[in-house]
């Protein structure tokens, strides 16, 4: 039975390692294929601007240096020039603020150049957007929902692919000191193809590539009566964002600030800016223009199906695919451990203690009542059992079920049920119900709905529902599975309560539907503050607040209503094979390795272990490469089965020395360990933050450990969950097994 269940779940595996491949490059791009005729007019969107090293965002529009929209009718497209675009709940969650732009696209018409406008800022404005360059902001324009683009190439010189996203300035060092430049004319180039299906047979087009190239360049540059430069090859001077310290200085005598090398440049005027001179000039009238102009490309590009035209957003990641290749073996290495010491357990250890139990416990009523006496006398002085030295010398060397007596009489009745001791003795209290218990229950409850919201949220992934083209559909999918996964969550949390003893169930509801999705709301509620008092896009508006308590509220809490009826009125309570003592038996003194903290920590561990490699690729996107997208969906769903089951056979193993050194108090110790690769991972987070990021500011700090820690207590939540439900299931499993009175 053991060999034949080791060849099914290798099956399983190699079967999921097999389809993981094609799992990963599969995606459905788009509900709809949209088709453009000659000459019709394309709508480009701006969105946002962020930043690798900083958690604030900030629409594109808020910015003081941009133009601003004039709020015109735009030809052909019907927007409106400033016109905001609909969003769903995941792109208001991520910070997006879409808005019609003012700049024209035509399909198949070219445009050399564009005037756009000339911004004047104040000093106050040339601050923010020299703080902005020096923090590595980066623009986000839309044109057929792709991301404005700046196009690489890979090493090997064979492959393009593009990082969403441009810069919108530069930082030179090349004179000592940083000199900032601003991005004020870009070159768009729209990649397109004959249209698929009966649209391209009446003459449509498909956009398949949204390029983005940036220029900064000065005043002293030429420009023509329209404002365009005169030659956008020979740009002599870039623009830099500077003004003279002297707030007396007038914009026409300013000298021009160049290049180190160049005749006009002036050293002492740069050291007094760099020095900050220049920052106490807000209150005066000094302003800077800034002139903005664009051009516009469309290149036919028959190589690039429309299918997969968001495949070179991904080619970056595909060079990693080894890296995750090795992630899995690892995870697989210790998965195979961890599964041969649990069938090891159930298949030998525990069969011999039981039929050995069984054995004797059917003997005489004479040597269970001896029995009896020795064991009162034994818990009336509270000494250990006579196994101690059995399970001092080994953890798993208990399968032999009795020792011999000193005597050499090991066919004596009543001498071998002396003996029973470990695990087997606690069949009166394993099953009593744990302090706290109605916390327990909820918390279980909402492990489960998070559980339910996971893997619905990496099936999807996988198998491409949720995709990049389908934008701020994952977190609006995730928040939608775990409204509805309430009902899980009252569910569960009713059986668990009903199953420690609990009446009201009414009150276990009410906290289950409150705790967990209460305290994360307050949490997000007050980091919004600090983010609202910035500006920032990333602070949630009032009414997404109003409607997200309107579903927790009016949705989330009802459906846990119906789940907690169902399982508490409905269904019985889980019965348990053994009958709990009404005195509690003492627990004798543990080892230092099974005690609280330290457990937890050793055995979180190995569930790390397990997944580190493939958090390095999560954090890299999430915090680290913004301008890159997380697409290996197909090794995430592979390894968090790995995860799962591995959490899953740690807590077993945990529990399992656990009971044999006679500690009945598990309930609240198998949802610990599971958690406890948690702490790790919070750990990991710390490391990285100071390692591998270049974060700064305090808000941008106190963003990444707080939406960090509460990432950990989510994680650590369902793990915790996986864990306890482990657990559970092998304690009922060994302990129906035996014949207990």
């Not at 705790?515 to 009032?542: K, R």
């Amino acid at each position: 039975m053991v060999d034949r269940a080791i060849r099914t779940g290798l099956r399983w595996i190699a079967s999921g390692l097999v389809l993981s491949q094609a799992v990963d490059a599969f995606y459905i791009p788009g509900w709809s294929v949209k088709s453009y005729k000659e000459y019709e007019a394309i709508p480009l969107l701006v969105n946002k601007v962020y930043s690798d090293n900083t958690q604030l965002q900030y629409a594109y529009y808020d910015l003081p240096f941009v133009c601003q929209p004039t709020g015109e009718r735009r030809l052909g497209d019907g927007l409106f020039s400033g016109q905001s675009i609909p969003l769903n709940l995941g792109e208001v969650l991520r910070g997006d603020r879409i808005v019609a732009s003012d700049m024209s696209l035509v399909m198949r018409q070219d445009t050399p150049c564009a005037f756009l406008c000339n911004r004047d800022i104040s000093r106050r404005d040339l601050r923010r957007a020299r703080d902005m360059v020096k923090e590595g902001y980066v623009v986000e324009w839309i044109v057929d929902n792709l991301p404005g683009a700046t196009s690489f190439v890979t090493v090997d010189k064979t492959r393009k692919y593009y990082a969403a996203g441009f810069k919108l300035g530069y930082t030179d060092h090349s004179s000592g000191r940083p000199r900032y430049f601003l991005n004020n004319h870009h070159t768009i180039v729209i990649r397109y193809r004959r249209a698929p299906g009966r649209a391209g047979d009446r003459g449509g087009k498909v956009v398949v590539g949204f390029e983005v190239y940036t220029k900064s360049i000065g005043p002293s540059n030429k420009r023509l009566p329209s404002g365009c430069p005169a030659d956008l090859r020979d740009i002599s001077q870039s623009f830099e964002l500077y003004m003279a310290p002297n707030k007396t200085m007038s914009s026409s005598s300013r000298p021009a600030v160049e290049y180190p090398h160049s005749s006009s440049y002036h050293p002492q005027e740069q050291e007094a800016l760099y020095d900050g001179e220049d920052d106490d000039g807000g209150d005066d009238d000094a302003k800077l223009t800034i002139p903005y102009s664009y051009s516009v490309y469309f290149r036919e590009d028959r190589s690039i199906e429309w299918s997969k035209r968001w495949d070179l957003y991904f080619v970056n990641q595909e060079e990693g695919s080894k890296i995750h290749w090795l992630a899995i073996v690892n995870s697989l290495i210790i998965c195979g451990l961890l599964t041969g010491i649990v069938l090891m357990i159930l298949g030998k250890t525990i069969r011999t203690d039981i039929k050995a139990y069984n054995k004797e416990s059917s003997s005489g009523e004479d040597g269970k009542a001896r029995l009896s006496l020795r064991r009162k006398a034994k818990s009336g002085s509270g000494s250990r059992t006579p196994r101690e030295k059995s399970t001092a010398a080994g953890l798993l060397d208990q399968a032999g079920g009795f020792e011999t007596a000193a005597d050499g009489d090991s066919s004596s009745d009543d001498e071998a049920l002396e003996d029973v001791t470990g695990w087997k003795l606690l069949h009166a209290d394993v099953f009593r119900t744990p302090e706290h218990g109605h916390l327990l229950a909820p918390l279980v409850g909402s492990g489960m709905q998070l559980l339910f919201m996971a893997a619905g949220l990496v099936l999807l992934s996988a198998l491409g529902v949720l995709n990049p083209s389908f934008r701020g559909g994952f977190i609006s999918f995730g928040v939608g599975l775990f409204v509805f996964a309430g009902l899980f969550s009252g569910y569960f949390s009713a059986r668990v309560y009903k199953t420690f003893g609990g009446q009201d169930w009414r009150r276990n509801m009410a906290v289950t539907a409150v705790l967990v999705p209460g305290l994360l709301f307050g949490a997000v509620f007050v980091l919004n503050l600090f983010v609202w008092a910035q500006a920032s896009s990333t602070a949630l508006p009032f009414g997404t607040l109003v409607a997200i308590v309107a579903l927790w509220l009016c949705i989330q809490v009802p459906l846990v209503y119906v789940g907690s009826w169902v399982g508490f009125t409905r269904l019985p309570a889980w019965e348990h094979p053994t009958k709990t003592s009404l005195a509690p038996r003492p627990v004798p003194r543990q080892a230092w390795y099974i005690k609280g903290v330290r457990t937890v920590a050793l055995a979180g561990l190995i569930p790390f272990a397990v997944i580190f490699i493939e958090l390095l690729f999560l954090f890299q996107s999430v915090w680290q490469d913004k301008s890159g997208y997380y697409y290996v969906f197909g090794f995430l769903a592979v390894v968090s089965t790995i995860l799962v089951l591995t959490i899953a056979e740690v807590t077993v193993v945990t529990i399992y020395i656990q009971l044999c050194s006679e500690n009945y108090n598990w309930w609240w110790q198998s949802f610990a360990v599971g958690a406890g690769s948690a702490v790790w991972v919070f750990a990991y987070c710390v490391w990285y933050y100071f390692v591998k990021l270049h974060i700064t500011g305090f808000l941008s700090a106190l963003l990444f450990f707080s939406y960090s820690f509460m990432a950990c207590c989510v994680y650590g939540l369902l793990t915790g969950t996986v864990g306890f439900l482990a657990a559970y299931a092998f304690v009922r499993r060994i302990y129906g097994a035996i014949k207990a009175d």
